[in-house]
């Protein structure tokens, strides 16, 4: 079964640092374009990052400069390191498998950023 | 202020039609694909269409999508009292070079 399960998130201060996973299982994140998107509360959908299975990556504006995605393939795993937290970074992360469409989704994880 | 245009609410009763749709530019929708989401409550976001027109597995036909030009509809017939949710088209933007969101459509069945 094609699932994905996202890890790391909690309460953080503004200026920290937090690295978020994303688990998959039933295929290879190595091999398939993985995207971040996060939910601010009560908020829509907003894109974070991409990563394409030759490497290349994208970042909206909002976060270029202070994240950054990443796999590690031992662990069949997609990364986002995040730094220079903000308070209007607080959302709901989700790691979902795609690119321009997203088609399997995590259940999603929590960073608050607050002091 | 979202890239892509959704009105925020739109309502119908049980067992009738209702379109969602969703407006860009030229960068965006008007040359790429467009994709729809459906999020219930307290949920994650679930793919309904893709490249446009396309259902995604397990999708019923009472999902449909369309484009023309720069603008995209997403079709849900036979409306349930289960398809309250909040919808999102999102695409492709060629000139940020990034994914980028509608603000999302809430659907309340009546």
């Known amino acids: 079964e094609v699932q994905l399960v996202e890890t790391g998130g909690g309460l953080i201060q503004p200026g920290g640092s937090l690295r978020l996973s994303c688990a998959a299982s039933?295929?290879?994140?190595?091999?398939?374009?993985m995207t971040w998107v996060r939910q601010a509360p009560g908020k829509g959908l907003e894109w974070v990052s991409l990563?394409?299975?030759?490497?290349?990556?994208y970042y909206a504006d909002s976060v270029k400069g202070r994240f950054t995605i990443s796999r590690d393939n031992s662990k069949n795993t997609l990364l986002l390191q995040m730094n220079s937290l903000r308070a209007e970074d607080t959302a709901v992360y989700y790691c979902?498998?795609?690119?321009?469409?997203?088609?399997?989704w995590g259940k999603g994880t929590t960073v608050t950023v607050s002091s | 202020q979202s890239v892509l245009t959704q009105p925020p609410s739109v309502s119908a009763a049980p067992g009738q039609k209702v379109t969602i749709s969703c407006s860009g530019s030229?960068?965006?929708?008007?040359?790429?694909?467009v994709s729809w989401y459906q999020q219930l409550p307290g949920t994650a976001p679930k793919l309904l269409i893709y490249?446009?027109?396309k259902r995604h597995s397990g999708i019923p036909d009472r999902f449909s999508g369309s484009k023309s030009g720069t603008s995209a509809t997403l079709g849900i017939t036979g409306l349930q009292t289960g398809d309250e949710a909040d919808y999102y088209c999102?695409?492709?933007?060629?000139?940020?070079?990034?994914?980028?969101f509608g603000g999302g459509t809430k659907l309340t069945v009546l």
């Open positions: 979902a498998r795609g690119d321009y469409y997203m088609g399997v």
């Open positions: 039933g295929f290879t994140v190595s091999r398939i374009h």
């Open positions: 999102g695409t492709w933007d060629s000139s940020l070079s990034a994914v980028v």
């Open positions: 990563i394409y299975a030759g490497g290349s990556t």
């Open positions: 490249d446009n027109n």
């Open positions: 030229s960068s965006n929708i008007g040359n790429n694909y």
